[in-house]
């Protein structure tokens, strides 16, 4: 017969019981804080990077597109062998608590790493990580969810994640305002944070999500869970439409070089604009949330790839105004709150119980590979034609693609 571990005392499990009545579980909120430690850590590296390669390594637009092809993507090696191994052993915690400590260590790789090839490998090491770390992560929020609030938990933890994702930049502005080519000031106290997210991930979540599980004589037996039963029409869909606009996503970093090109603020204020983004996706993040799960998670995680094009078309035409600058960057994190969370909701609902991580992490994989291939394109393109005519390009076909994927996705949704 089959029996839910949640139907057990959390005692038996180390699994806790699905919230109902719109209420956050603890697990959601516990993993939020691990995500805000890790964030801090991992943003405030961040948010010194473009500047720092372009500008003191003296890379060009084309090997930092490369550097940040490898932050966008390179995760994507491990998602889906990462989330089926949470599926397959139902204990997502260690799986998840494997990445995070993975990028602790690459935290500390940075701290001596020298030129291109140190900090690409440095680098690499954190994005496995945090590609070993999310589909877990992300499936022990979705099963100690209400499914009908499920919008709403992502978004508290995203909110959470942001807090992090704010402080970091704002902790590397501080840092590098008071002492000058701190740079590796910040990333010691980047390494400080990791090790503490790593901590709270080891002491305080628990090992399993209390999913279906098959019991024989009295014994919960390991569920042998192929990947291919995650592949359902549906997921496919989301896969292929999300991958397509994941194409037209540059990173942040090269929507701020391209306002700094536009003299709209000055070099030292960089760190700054990753936390005027997060703070519009912390604002927003829970609102998005409980919109998704009213109007519907595919029509938001779509449409609000529109603040994406309308940041392109900013940072396109800005002639050095302030306005400008502060409209950009506040239409990045209306995307990043629209589509971040929402992304893991709705690839969460379309895939059986049993293979939730792994239906997560191929979704995932898609944005994740299809953004290596935007960085790394967009940084030749910039090469070629400049900064303006690459954005204008982009935004084009960004505002095209939009309608079309939402059609695709209407069908998957019902």
């Known amino acids: 017969m089959y ?13 806790e019981p699905r919230r109902s009545g719109g209420r956050v579980s603890r697990t959601v909120v516990t993993l939020g804080i691990v995500s805000l430690l890790t964030d801090i850590s991992s943003e405030s590296v961040a948010a010194i990077l473009p500047l720092y390669l372009t500008a003191v ?16 993507g390179v995760s994507s090696l491990v998602r889906i062998a990462a989330g089926w191994a ?30 291109f090839g140190t900090i690409s490998a440095a680098i690499s090491l954190d994005r496995v990580g945090k590609g070993v770390r999310t589909a877990p992560r992300d499936a022990m929020i979705a ?13 508290v933890h995203r909110a959470l994640d942001t807090i992090g994702a704010t402080l970091g930049p704002l902790l590397a502005f501080v840092i590098l305002w008071r002492i000058a080519d ?9 390494l400080g944070f ?7 991930m080891a002491f305080f979540v628990p090992f399993r999500t209390g999913a279906v599980r098959r019991v024989v004589s009295g014994r919960a037996a390991r569920p042998k869970v192929p990947w291919r039963a995650a592949l359902t029409p549906g997921l496919l869909r989301l896969t292929g439409v999300s ?7 540059v990173g942040d970093g090269f929507v701020y070089l391209a306002l700094l090109e536009t003299g709209g603020f000055a070099a030292q204020w960089f760190p700054v604009l990753y936390v005027g983004t997060n703070l519009a996706y912390l604002a927003l993040a829970v609102p998005m949330g409980r919109l998704a799960d009213r109007v519907g ?48 909701a709705v690839a969460g609902q379309l895939v059986p119980e049993t293979v939730r991580a792994s239906g997560i992490a191929t979704a995932q994989t898609a944005v994740a590979l299809a953004r290596l291939v935007a960085a790394t394109g967009f940084g030749l393109l910039w090469y070629a034609v400049g900064p303006r005519v690459a954005m204008l390009a982009v935004c084009a076909v960004l505002v095209t693609a939009i309608p079309a994927g939402l059609a695709v996705l209407r069908r998957a949704a019902r």
């Not at 949470?86 to 935290?107: E, K």
């Not at 969810?145 to 499920?150: E, F, K, V, Y």
């Open 194 to 200: 990791a090790v503490l997210g790593v901590a709270t």
């Open 3 to 15: 029996l839910s571990l949640s139907d057990r005392p959390a005692t038996s499990t180390g699994a």
């Open 297 to 344: 998670r595919v029509r938001v995680l779509v449409l609000g790839h529109l603040p994406l094009a309308a940041a392109y078309l900013c940072a396109a035409t800005g002639s050095g105004a302030l306005w400008t600058t502060c409209a950009a960057v506040l239409l990045l994190g209306v995307f990043y709150a629209a589509t971040d969370g929402t992304l893991a």
């Open 243 to 249: 991958g397509v606009l994941a194409l037209l996503t």
């Open 143 to 155: 099963a100690s969810s209400d499914p009908a609030h499920l919008g709403r938990s992502f978004g």
């Open 57 to 72: 390594v003296g890379l060009s637009p084309v090997a930092y597109g490369l550097i940040d092809g490898l932050y966008q």
């Open 182 to 190: 701190g740079y590796d000031t910040v990333l010691v106290v980047s």
């Open 86 to 115: 949470a599926d397959r052993t139902d204990r997502p915690q260690p799986v998840a608590l494997a990445g995070y400590a993975m990028s602790a260590v690459a935290r500390l790789g940075l701290i001596f790493a020298g030129g």
